[in-house]
């Protein structure tokens, strides 16, 4: 079972809320004694997601939160918007999919970096992305 | 506005990123190092990344265009100090960064950028020792 210790939500709407939004994880992770590789880890997961909202959504909301699992500490971070939707989450899953002009690396790099990922979404709704990672997972 | 300096080194052109780059930052320099490139006929860009603690694949793209940019250019490019954690994260992410080339820090970096670039200057040296011996 996840229990939730804090929380914090943060509205990114401008460039300068995704300065404010890292260094709001960073603080997080280190205070949760979060190691240097996987601080790197949970912030560069952080900036694709970020940016995806910014990019597709003009802007959403992202909730901070130090998560407990038994003896483990780790962040969760929920990223919102009222974007478009993923019509195709599978293919937008994908290595090299992408409707930008982007690598196509966001979403599935993503995941690779961190311990839990969890995708919701709806066409013309928006999307919900979860991401969880453990301070030494 | 922030602005990443670019300096110029005899044929070398010299960029150390201080600040964690956003993307606005990091596409203005993509645009200036390519002007600069253009502008100084520069044989080798040196690029340091120890002070940035966050590459994504955006970043990582920048980097790649950077450098095949300046290779049309006639320019090679060295990326020097890269971070291990970076380095785990771009791989975990997928980027691999190929076609750029890096080396542990500024000074390995430069003799790299030096080797290179004597292969394919070496002609130009020769002609100019030559000029020098008659004059003397």
């Not at chain 1, 995806?52 to 959504?57: E, K, S």
């Not at chain 2, 922030?2 to 110029?8: A, C, F, G, N, S």
């Amino acid at each position: 079972m996840t229990l939730s210790l804090s929380k914090d939500t943060i509205q990114v709407l401008k460039e300068q809320d995704v300065v404010f939004l890292k260094n709001r994880v960073k603080e997080t992770a280190v205070k949760i004694k979060m190691g240097l590789v996987n601080q790197t880890r949970l912030l560069t997961a952080c900036s694709e997601l970020v940016r995806n909202m910014m990019r597709y959504a003009n802007g959403g909301a992202c909730v901070i939160e130090v998560v407990s699992s038994g003896r483990n500490n780790g962040v969760r971070l929920t990223f919102s918007d009222k974007g478009p939707g993923i019509p195709d989450i599978s293919a937008a899953m994908q290595d090299g999919f992408s409707t930008g002009k982007s690598l196509g690396l966001g979403l599935p790099g993503t995941k690779r970096l961190v311990n839990e990922f969890d995708l919701k979404s709806k066409v013309g709704e928006g999307t919900v992305i979860t991401i969880i990672k453990w301070a030494n997972g | 506005m922030d602005k990443i300096p670019i300096l110029r080194m005899g044929a070398f052109l010299l960029v150390t990123i201080q600040v964690d780059l956003y993307d606005r930052l990091a596409l203005n320099l993509e645009a200036d190092l390519v002007q600069m490139v253009n502008k100084t006929s520069a044989k080798g860009v040196l690029i340091d990344i120890s002070a940035v603690s966050i590459v994504d694949s955006f970043m990582g793209r920048i980097i790649g265009n950077i450098a095949s940019m300046s290779k049309i250019l006639d320019a090679e490019t060295v990326v020097v100090g890269m971070q291990p954690a970076v380095a785990i994260t771009l791989i975990e992410l997928g980027l691999p960064l190929k076609g750029v080339h890096t080396a542990l820090d500024m000074e390995k970096g430069m003799n790299l950028l030096k080797s290179m670039i004597d292969l394919t200057g070496v002609d130009a040296d020769e002609d100019q020792s030559d000029d020098d011996f008659i004059t003397e």
